[in-house]
Every structure is written in C-alpha cells, then in structure tokens.
C-alpha cells in the first residue's frame, strides 16, 4: 500500500529566508507524486506534480520539488519565502497503474513565516 | 482553468437531521469525484469515489448509509450526511477529475457542525 510521510508537523522561517519541506514515500513502483497548499478553512491548490521525466519539477508561486528515487523523497523548496505563503503543505503519492487513481495524503507539515 | 464549487462553505444543522453538500465542476465534465474528510489539524481521509453513473465505491470504515453519494450527472456530485451526529462535524472536501489522469481539482470545502 501506498503511503506518505510528512516528518515535520510545524516550521517556522522568517520572511525571506529559504524553505525546504520534507516529503518520504512509500510505493512499489514509480510514483505519481504532489504537492498542495490548504489556507485555513480553505480546500486544496495543486503547487506541482511529477509523473516522469525531469526530476526537478517547477510549480506556481515559486515552489520547486525534486523527485530522488534513491531516497524516496520529493521535497519542496522556495528560495525565498513570503508571508503569504504560511499555510499547510500536503505532499500526496498516487497509484502510477492501474484505474485506481486514489491519492494518499501526508499529515501535512504547518508553515509559520515571521515578519 | 479547472473550476470545482463546492456548496455550502458551512452548514449548522442539528443531530438527527440530514445535510446535502454539493460538488459541481463549473468548466469541464468530472468523469469522476472524490469526497474527503478532514478533522482539525489533520490530513484528509479519502472516504468514497464516485463515476458518473454510478454507484460509489466506500473506503473501508465510511458507512454507506450514513454518507450517501451521488453522481448523476458530469458536473455535479452529492454527499448527504443523514441523520447527523455531533460526531460527523468535520470538513468535508470534494475533488473532481476529469478525462485527465490526476487532472484533480478541489472544491473549496464544506465547514459542518452538528449540533
């Protein structure tokens, strides 16, 4: 079965700074793999996908992920970060076979930007 | 781009009522829809998938009887909570896909609170 683990719940950057979120998956074969952004109350917007090619993947709102299969991790990263973007991040995996095109979540990792 | 409404944004309704929430995609035929769940602070729980015409198919644990839904059409799916418990207040979120694979797009969600 497929699954994702999101290893840290809350980070806190200040503005400007750098941003990494870690994102580890577990699946048999190559996955099809996400990256959303929930504002509270709010639903889901996609920032970036990766099903094959390149392995460095360019999203909305200057986000980047990079798919290494070697480590099972598709992290994402923003070189600067603003304050507009404290929100929760969700990375998902997603059956790469089949019809069964069924996401699986992470528990989401909580941005906070200081001013 | 992909539009999904999601209506209503919130809902109050008292326990042993039942409540309908709405899925419409506004610009593309959603072949097929996804309803989750989420608690507070949490990741979304995949709670049932829907195609057009017909029957849904529950993840394991979501009562069938308890979450109706339907998919009658390419733009709009439903998901009625019938007689709701306090224990049923959660977010619920709709996402829609088209003849895209992982073309998913996310209502804004539903806040319901059952009182």
């Known amino acids: 079965a497929q699954s994702v683990t999101q290893p840290d719940i809350h980070i806190t950057v200040s503005e400007g700074a750098s941003l990494e979120l870690r994102c580890n998956y577990s699946?048999?074969?190559?996955?099809?793999l996400f990256w959303y952004v929930q504002s509270p109350g709010q639903g889901l917007q996609l920032l970036l996908k990766?099903?094959?090619?390149?392995?460095l993947v360019q999203g909305i709102k200057g986000f980047e992920a990079e798919f290494k299969r070697s480590q099972s991790s598709f992290n994402l990263r923003k070189p600067s970060v603003h304050w507009s973007d404290a929100a929760e991040y969700f990375c998902?995996?997603?059956?790469?076979?089949?019809?069964?095109?069924?996401?699986?979540f992470g528990k989401g990792t909580l941005l906070t930007v200081n001013p | 781009g992909a539009v999904v409404s999601q209506h209503p944004s919130w809902v109050i309704c008292k326990s042993g009522t039942s409540v309908k929430i709405e899925c419409r995609s506004l610009?593309?035929?959603?072949?097929?829809m996804f309803w989750y769940r989420q608690f507070p602070k949490q990741s979304l729980m995949l709670m049932a998938t829907?195609?057009?015409?017909?029957?849904?198919?529950?993840e394991q644990g979501v009562e069938k009887d308890k979450f109706l839904i339907n998919h009658a059409s390419l733009t709009l799916s439903t998901l009625t909570v019938t007689s709701a418990h306090p224990e049923d207040s959660s977010f619920y979120i709709c996402?829609?896909?088209?003849?895209?694979?992982?073309?998913?797009?996310f209502g804004s969600g539903t806040r319901l609170t059952v009182v």
């Open positions: 610009d593309f035929q959603a072949t097929t």
């Open positions: 829907s195609n057009e015409g017909s029957k849904a198919t529950y």
């Open positions: 990766y099903f094959s090619g390149d392995t």
């Open positions: 996402s829609a896909s088209g003849t895209t694979i992982y073309g998913y797009t």
């Open positions: 699946y048999g074969a190559t996955p099809y």
């Open positions: 998902a995996v997603g059956n790469s076979g089949g019809s069964n095109y069924k996401l699986t």
